[in-house]
């Protein structure tokens, strides 16, 4: 029953980004069309003038002082698969926070593949949790440290 879910999601998955791509052909056609007639009816009584295309950089896997500047992932092996099956779903920020010891994020990512329609990631998985666990170890500490200088007193019944 599992396996035909799942199979079905990545069916209704596949057929999403179909139409997508379709659509953005269709918009990428019009969108021509439009520059090209725009372009040779010449409306306005302004001469011709040279458009000179600038080269624009978008560079989204730049990495800065050792950190992947869109996603805060620290640049270490295994981080562009993490980057790649992890923030297709949820901010990488979520992942960051959560630190944990192998065996939580093997069981995390099995309730994400039960419950959230996480695909199988097959020999990624180890890599994953081996750039987690290197990267971001639990804390020692608890959630806030002791509280210390306090005037404590008592309640009176």
Known sequence: MKKQNHDKVKHNVKDLFRKIWLVSVILAIVAAALIYFVKDSNLSNEPDTEIVDM????????????????????????????????????????????????????????????????????????????????????????????LTDVEWYQLKE
């Open 55 to 146: 080269p624009v950089e978008v560079d989204f896997d730049k990495i800065e002082n050792g950190i992947h500047l869109r996603t805060g992932f620290i640049d270490a092996p295994g981080m562009i698969e993490t980057i790649q099956n992890c923030t297709n779903c949820h901010s990488s920020k979520l992942v960051i926070q959560n630190r944990m010891n192998a065996e939580r994020w093997k069981s995390t990512i099995k309730w994400m593949q039960e419950t959230q329609n996480l695909w199988e990631l097959g020999e990624n998985e180890t890599v994953i949790i081996n750039y987690l666990v290197t990267n971001y170890p639990p804390k020692k500490v608890g959630r806030r440290a002791a």
